[in-house]
């Protein structure tokens, strides 16, 4: 079974003398695929030593850049979204746990 893959990856794949099988998805099935990615990457986060943690969120913030723009999102667009929810409902520096 296939996964999507960051841009490169083929292409490392060749220089270290392999050939791989790459398909280029339409337009429902990579964003299938990016919602899976993100899946996949948050698990990777939560699995991560604490030396891997901001590799980890730096694959995190790629696929989340990728959702953004294949839905018609500049980046800077999300940011504003994100600074207009702290301002309106506040961030996670408290540590605050409703339960």
Do not use: N, Q
């Not at 220089?15 to 990579?30: K, Q």
């Not at 964003?31 to 986060?45: I, P, T």
């Amino acid at each position: 079974m296939g996964k999507l893959v960051r841009d490169r990856i083929p292409e490392i794949i060749r220089e270290h003398g392999g050939e791989p099988v790459v398909t280029v998805l339409g337009e429902d099935d990579y964003r299938a695929a990016l919602l899976e990615k993100l899946s996949e990457e948050a698990a990777e986060l939560r699995e991560a030593a604490v030396t891997e943690v901001a590799g980890e969120i730096a694959d995190v913030l790629e696929v989340l850049r990728a959702i953004a723009k294949v839905h018609g999102h500049e980046w800077a667009d999300i940011e504003k979204a994100a600074e207009a929810k702290r301002t309106e409902r506040g961030a996670f520096v408290e540590r605050l746990y409703l339960g």
